[in-house]
């Protein structure tokens, strides 16, 4: 498991450089308000996966060993097929702002990224991490090569360059599980089983609570670049964003983490080793992200002016109001996917509403007043209630001591003995 944690991080490390990358490009190049599109964009795809994810979403990765791969595929691809064409509609009618060119290729994409998703969690569910990694990072990969032909090679200035390069990684990405799932899909023919009834109730059954759980916590984490958009501006979404996703790629190591935990918890039945294992990888994650937290704190405007441009240099201040609960928030990961890999998707769901009521609270009337300021409050506060309400019930239930929440020395020795025993045993494998 250890191996694949930092296979996993490793993947996502490369991931998360390749997407600050991106990030410079389209700032130095279409500004503050390209951003904001630009984000917007994204956001509104990430929107519709939701409602897809309800069949096609991490309830595959439970249940991959529990069901054929032809009943998930066509399940989730008709269900995919559904929303895209719903959400299309939908989008437009509720939310006129964003321009009706990019609606339609806002709803192409999030199909095309359904498609890939159900690869990549099929994979995920049968343990195959380090393929299921190398699909991620091919993502970000030909995106920033898209990007750079079209922004730095020739020249131009218009989002479509970053519309291109989505459909070129999403689509990349698709081939590339196809190809990595081929026994599978070279096998769809000869599967007789069309009982996709029961494998639609059990994906729907177990995806419908997880989702309605990231559909809450889509609003917690997103909402305020709509607000942002309505009553400040598209620029200072453009700003706001940035300084997210900066923030948020501390995220990358209990992502990291907890890929792997929830697939060895779905495949695990001992509810105590489950509880250890988490306990255990809170810890150590809790440790490294308190690391990252601090180096972006340190941080003066003057770096983010000279990375993004001159439109950023309010991104120090936001990052540092942002920064608690961007790191009591990488612990919630961990505690929802311990969750999630034991099937009780509610408690996300229960975390995320007690989240987004603050979200509502303190965006409604911090964003109007304090602008892209009340926007850092908002997000710091909603990040903190997800984690507190998650871990009270985590030690109620685990019966931890308190002392056993503590990470102690002999801990972190053992951690570095594997990892140092993991890279010698890297080095003598390739010498």
Known sequence: MFKKILNTFGTKMLAAALNFVIAIIISQTLGDTGSGTQSLVTATITFILIF?????????IYLAPRHSFKKILVASVVWSVLIAVIMGFSIRLFYPKLEPDLVVHVVILS???????????????KEEIQKANYNTLLQPVLLTITL??????????????????????????????????REEYANLPNDKDKDYKSALKDLFKYGFLNQTGHFVQFFNL??????????????????????????????VISNSIALVQYARIANADDRAYAQKLTLDLSKICLLISA???????????????????????????????LAPGILLYSIFLILGHYYSGIGRYQMNTFAAICGLVATFVCGFTLIPKYNVTGAAITSAISYTVNA???????????????????????????YIGELKQHFLKQNTENE
Request: hydrophobic share 50%; with cysteine; glycine share 10%.
């Open 111 to 125: 199909f095309i990224s359904s498609l890939s998703n159900i690869n990549f969690r099929f994979l995920v569910g």
């Open 52 to 60: 897809s994810e309800i069949v096609c979403g991490a309830s595959i």
């Open 291 to 321: 690391v990252g937290v601090l180096v972006l704190c340190l941080l003066p405007a003057e770096f983010y002016v000279f990375v993004f441009g001159k439109d950023f240099g309010e991104m120090a201040h936001l990052i540092r109001i």
């Open 388 to 414: 507190i309400f998650l871990f009270v019930f985590f030690v109620k239930e685990s019966r931890f001591k308190g002392r056993d929440f503590l990470l102690t020395k002999g801990e972190i020795r053992n």
């Open 148 to 181: 750079s032909v079209y922004y730095i090679a020739m020249k131009k200035t218009d989002i479509y360059g970053y519309i291109i390069g989505l459909y070129a990684a999403y689509g990349g990405t698709f081939l590339l599980g196809v190809w990595m799932l």
């Open 222 to 251: 997103r909402l305020s670049y709509y607000l942002l958009d309505s009553y400040i501006g598209r620029g200072q979404v453009g700003v706001f964003s940035r300084s997210v996703s900066l923030a948020e790629a501390i995220w």
